[in-house]
């Protein structure tokens, strides 16, 4: 059974730094892109980062680029996100998501159950 | 960026109703568009996938359609269960990823 355990979340002040991890089990990590999709409280669903299988490609959205890092560690099934310079617009649940393999790499198939980011003085 | 535009944002609607959500992109897709059901506290669930493909599991009132710039997600008859937030993702771009801002059907 695939399954994905975010951990991390917790409140955090303005300019501060979070890290998320993401522990992955029930499938081949390292054959995977991963992904991190966040979700402020009462809105929708914000596509993040995304790091290729090796780690060799990363890629994130604009409001995020320069003070997020995605990363991933094959040898310990896991997938982080180190956030630098939290904002308040950062507050959200952070989902870790596996991408489909194939034809439909780039829906997401399995999710973790999120982990909250409190950005606030 | 290819932008995304959902709708409607609220949906009020009966057990038994058709209901049609839209969603319409900036440019071109083919048909690189999936569907995510959302219920409160819980992460999004995928319905369809290459615009108009259940996933596995999913019941068949769920269909999709639409290719290009304009698809729509529609159930055809709606139950207790079905009353939850609906978000449509494009996957042209992949690994650029955008989603839909959302369709929230509440009962009437």
């Known amino acids: 059974e695939v399954q994905l355990v975010e951990s991390g979340g917790g409140l955090v002040q303005p300019g501060g730094s979070l890290r998320l991890s993401c522990a992955a089990s029930g499938f081949t990590f390292s054959s995977y892109w991963m992904s991190w999709v966040r979700q402020a409280p009462g809105k929708g669903l914000e596509w993040v980062a995304n790091?290729?299988?090796?780690?060799?490609?990363?890629y994130y959205v604009d409001s995020v680029k320069g003070r997020f890092t995605i990363s991933r560690d094959n040898a310990k099934n896991s997938l982080y996100l180190q956030m630098n310079s939290l904002r308040a617009e950062d507050t959200a649940v952070y989902y870790c998501?596996?991408?489909?393999?194939?034809?439909?790499?780039?829906?997401?198939?399995?999710w973790g159950q999120g982990t909250l980011v409190t950005v606030s003085s | 960026v290819i932008w995304m535009t959902q709708s409607p944002s609220l949906l009020s609607a009966s057990t038994g109703d058709r209901v049609t959500i839209s969603c319409r992109m900036s440019q071109g897709i083919s048909s690189y568009l999936a569907w995510y059901q959302q219920k409160p506290g819980k992460a999004p669930e995928l319905l369809i996938y290459?615009?108009?493909t259940l996933q596995s599991g999913v019941p068949s009132r769920f269909s999709g359609s639409g290719s290009g710039t304009d698809f729509t997600l529609t159930i055809s008859c709606l139950q207790s269960e079905d009353f939850a937030t609906y978000y449509c993702?494009?996957?042209?771009?992949?690994?650029?990823?955008?989603f839909g801002g959302g369709t929230k059907v509440e009962i009437k």
């Open positions: 998501a596996r991408p489909n393999r194939g034809e439909e790499e780039g829906t997401f198939d399995y």
């Open positions: 290459a615009a108009s």
């Open positions: 790091i290729k299988q090796d780690g060799s490609e990363k």
């Open positions: 993702q494009q996957y042209y771009s992949f690994p650029l990823i955008t």
